[in-house]
C-alpha cells in the first residue's frame, strides 16, 4: 500500500532514534526501511513524505501499522518546508490523524 502523509520527513533524525528497527543509507537509496514487529510490516519512507508499507497480510494489518507509524512521522515533519504537490492534494480542513493520502 502506497500514501503520502502531506509533509516532508527527516529521515536521518528519524534513524537515529528508531536506529534498531531503521535502515538508513541515502547513498544506497533514497528511502528509509522501518521494519515494524507486530503487526510484521516494513515501511519504506521517502524525505518526500511518501510511504510504501510492505508485507502486510490483511487491510486490518495495514490500518494497524499506518496507526502506529503516524506520530512518530509527525514527530520528525520537516519545519519551515511545504511540500506543495502533496499539500495541493490534501483537504485544508483536515485533522492531523487524517493528514495523509493514500496514493
Known sequence: SCCACG????????AHFKSQNTSYEPELFPGLIYRMRQP????????SGKIVLTGAKSTQEIDQS???IWPILQKFKKQGMLNNH?????????DDEEDYKVL
Open 7 to 14: 509533509f516532508p520527513v527527516r529521515l536521518e533524525s528519524f
Open 86 to 94: 502533496n499539500h495541493n492534494n490534501m483537504d485544508e480542513d483536515s
Open 40 to 47: 510484521k510490516v516494513s515501511i519504506i519512507i521517502f524525505v
Open 66 to 68: 499506518f496507526k502506529l
